[in-house]
C-alpha cells in the first residue's frame, strides 16, 4: 500500500487522545479509518459505505455502548 496521507476528523478536539483519523489515495479508492490511540489498525471500506455510516451516526441509529 502507498504511503497514506492522514487527517483528522474536524470533531476531534485531541483533547482527550483519541482521534479519528481518514485517508484515501484518490477519490475513487477506498477509504480507511484508524483511530489515534491504535494507529496500526487500520479498517478499509468503499466511499459509499462510509457514507451510510455516517448518515446513521447523524440520525441516532446506531446503539451506544453497554445498551
Known amino acids: ?3 497514506l496521507e492522514w487527517s483528522k476528523s474536524s470533531y476531534s478536539t485531541g483533547a482527550q487522545g483519541s482521534c479519528l483519523e481518514l485517508a484515501r489515495l484518490d477519490v ?3 477509504v ?3 483511530e489515534s ?3 496500526a489498525v487500520v479498517i478499509s471500506t468503499g466511499p459509499a459505505a462510509l ?3 455516517l ?4 440520525a ?3 446503539p451506544t455502548r453497554g445498551k
Not at 448518515?55 to 447523524?58: G, I, L, Q, S, Y
Open 37 to 39: 490511540d491504535d494507529p
Open 32 to 34: 480507511h479509518l484508524r
Open 60 to 62: 441516532g441509529r446506531l
Open 1 to 3: 500500500m502507498s504511503r
Open 51 to 53: 457514507g451510510s455510516l
Open 55 to 58: 448518515n446513521a451516526v447523524r
Open 28 to 30: 475513487r479508492a477506498r
